[in-house]
């Protein structure tokens, strides 16, 4: 698969998919609230504690069911408020950018040789911010699912394992739809997979 560059015309949105890499629960008071900037897509999903989470020179308020996009390449940087810990996942992944009609999209040089490519530019039209709702507890209790299936000690990295994880990835992005018209291009390819 080809690397592609970032570009100021990202793809359409028709042509992303994403692919789940990994997640991590980060919450003790000795973690590392500085991060290494990622070489993959990040979700960071608050939920406990409070404060201020800095992302470049971008500065945003969380608590419980904030969520935050962060391109390749970006790092962030959390101060919590009165002595709270936040606690938090950070959910890794790739977009992989579909090739579109050549006519069409000339943006990638990848897609007018019909390859797909890694896409590393920024997936959402700003704000960043990922999802403030009623709908919070229900894609925490999605993203603790995902992240106990990968903590299985019998076979997590099994070809059904890792299926499964993909689609629960997949549906903890349809959760943020209300917030994002980008993740109800998906729908279609979850109830596909829901019905196989």
């Given at each position: 698969?080809?690397?592609?560059?970032?570009?100021?015309?990202?793809?359409?949105?028709?042509?992303?998919?994403?692919?789940?890499?990994?997640?991590?629960?980060?919450?003790?008071?000795?973690?590392?609230?500085?991060?290494?900037?990622?070489?993959?897509?990040?979700?960071?999903m608050?939920?406990?504690?409070?404060?201020?989470?800095?992302?470049?020179?971008?500065?945003?308020?969380?608590?419980?069911?904030?969520?935050?996009?962060?391109?390749?390449?970006?790092?962030?940087?959390?101060?919590?408020?009165?002595?709270?810990?936040?606690?938090?996942?950070?959910?890794?992944?790739?977009?992989?950018?579909?090739?579109?009609?050549?006519?069409?999209?000339?943006?990638?040089a990848?897609?007018?040789?019909?390859?797909?490519?890694?896409?590393?530019?920024a997936?959402?039209?700003e704000?960043?911010?990922?999802?403030?709702?009623?709908?919070?507890?229900?894609?925490?209790?999605?993203?603790?699912?995902?992240?106990?299936?990968?903590?299985?000690?019998?076979?997590?990295?099994?070809?059904?394992?890792?299926l499964?994880?993909?689609?629960?990835?997949?549906?903890?992005l349809?959760?943020?739809?209300?917030?994002?018209?980008?993740?109800?291009?998906?729908?279609?390819?979850?109830?596909h997979?829901?019905?196989?």
């Amino acid at each position: 698969m080809n690397q592609s560059p970032s570009s100021v015309y990202p793809p359409p949105f028709s042509s992303l998919l994403f692919h789940f890499k990994e997640i991590a629960l980060i919450g003790e008071p000795t973690d590392e609230l500085l991060s290494r900037p990622s070489s993959y897509h990040c979700l960071l999903m608050f939920i406990s504690g409070a404060g201020r989470v800095d992302i470049g020179p971008e500065q945003y308020l969380f608590h419980t069911g904030h969520g935050y996009w962060l391109a390749p390449g970006e790092s962030y940087q959390i101060a919590p408020l009165n002595g709270t810990v936040p606690g938090y996942y950070k959910i890794t992944f790739e977009v992989i950018a579909l090739p579109s009609e050549p006519q069409a999209d000339m943006v990638l040089a990848e897609h007018a040789a019909r390859m797909p490519s890694l896409y590393h530019g920024a997936v959402l039209p700003e704000p960043r911010e990922y999802i403030v709702s009623s709908s919070s507890s229900k894609l925490i209790q999605l993203i603790e699912k995902l992240f106990h299936s990968t903590q299985q000690t019998v076979q997590p990295h099994s070809q059904t394992s890792v299926l499964r994880q993909q689609i629960m990835f997949q549906e903890l992005l349809l959760c943020g739809r209300k917030t994002s018209p980008l993740l109800i291009k998906i729908i279609p390819l979850i109830r596909h997979c829901q019905h196989r």
